[in-house]
C-alpha cells in the first residue's frame, strides 16, 4: 500500500487554473488566474512547492502574489489517498478560532478543489472553488453539478483514514441521494454496513462539485464536512472529514463510486 508520501507525490506537475470565492448565495464574489506548479527533487524525497495568484481571471503580467516552500515531511493536519486525492484543515473546534479545510480532487489532468472556511464563531461564511488543469493538456471543465446528476443510489469503496492510525480501513460503501418533499436533496452513506444521514447545507457548485456542511460548527457537538466532484457522468468521488463531540478531528473518509 503506497505511503501519504507517494500519494501526495501524484499530485506533481503545473497546474494552471482560477481560484473563485463563492458565497452562500452561490454567487462568485471573485476569480483570480494561479499556476501551481510541484516538483520532485532529491530522489523524491523533496518537494519542491510555488504558486503563484493574479488579480485577475487572466494571466495577464506579473503576479500579484508569488509563495514557494519546500516540503520534506506532511503534518497530521493532511490526509493523502491512494488516488492523489486529500483532505485538510483545521484539527480541533475551538470558541473564538477560525474553522476551515480543503477538499483535493485529482483525476489524470485535473485537479478540483475545494475550501470551506468558518468565522472565528463558527458559521459558515464563503467558499473557494479551485479549477485546475495540467499545463499542456486538453483537459476541460465539467458543466455546473445539477441535482439530477446526483439524485439516485452509488456503489464503491471508501478509505478511512483515523486520527490515532494513518493506514487506511479499506470498506465497501454506498450513497443514496434522495429528493426531499420540499425539493432539497437527502444523502444517506452506508460504509461497511454502517448508514448514516449526511447533515447540512448541500451547495451545487461549477465544475460539477458540491459542498455538504452544517452552517454552523461548534466544539460540543459532532459534525461533518463533505464535499464531492463528479469527474464524469457516472462516477462520483466524495471526501468527508469527521468530528467528535469535543471538536476533535476524528477521521477523514474517500468514497469512490459508481452509479448503480
Not at 500500500?1 to 454567487?27: C, K, P, V
Not at 510541484?38 to 485577475?56: G, H, K, N, S
Not at 490526509?79 to 480532487?105: C, D, I, M, R, W
Not at 457537538?221 to 468527508?240: T, Y
Request: charged share 20%; aromatic share 8%; net charge negative.
Amino acid at each position: 500500500m503506497a505511503s501519504q508520501w507517494q500519494n501526495f507525490l501524484r499530485n506533481l506537475g503545473e497546474w494552471r487554473g482560477t481560484f473563485s470565492s463563492i458565497n452562500l448565495a452561490g454567487a462568485t464574489v471573485d476569480c483570480t488566474a494561479s499556476i501551481l506548479s510541484l516538483e520532485a527533487a532529491d530522489d523524491d524525497r523533496l518537494v519542491r512547492f510555488r504558486l503563484r495568484r493574479w488579480p485577475t481571471a487572466e494571466q495577464v503580467g506579473e503576479p500579484s502574489r508569488d509563495i514557494s516552500e519546500d516540503y520534506r515531511s506532511l503534518g497530521r493536519q493532511v490526509v493523502f489517498f491512494e488516488s492523489g486525492s486529500f483532505s485538510k484543515g483545521t484539527l480541533q473546534v475551538s470558541p473564538g478560532t477560525a474553522f476551515g479545510g480543503e477538499f483535493g480532487f485529482v483525476d489524470g489532468d485535473r485537479r478540483h478543489r475545494l475550501v470551506q472556511l468558518h468565522s472565528d464563531g463558527g458559521a459558515l461564511e464563503t467558499l473557494v472553488l479551485i479549477r485546475e488543469f495540467r499545463a499542456g493538456s486538453d483537459a476541460v471543465e465539467q458543466p455546473p453539478l445539477e441535482a439530477a446528476q446526483l439524485l439516485g443510489t452509488w456503489r464503491g469503496q471508501a478509505a478511512t483514514i483515523s486520527a490515532d492510525w494513518p493506514e487506511p480501513d479499506q470498506a465497501d460503501a454506498a450513497l443514496t441521494v434522495e429528493s426531499g418533499a420540499d425539493g432539497s436533496l437527502q444523502l444517506n452513506t452506508t460504509i461497511g454496513g454502517v448508514s448514516s444521514a449526511c447533515e447540512g447545507r448541500l451547495q451545487l457548485l461549477p465544475d460539477a462539485g458540491y459542498h455538504l456542511s452544517p452552517l454552523q460548527v461548534s466544539h460540543r457537538a459532532p459534525f461533518a464536512v463533505q464535499a464531492g466532484w463528479l469527474p464524469q457522468p457516472g462516477r462520483l468521488e466524495c471526501l468527508i472529514r469527521r468530528f467528535d463531540g469535543t471538536g476533535a478531528w476524528q477521521a477523514s473518509t474517500q468514497l469512490q463510486l459508481q452509479r448503480v
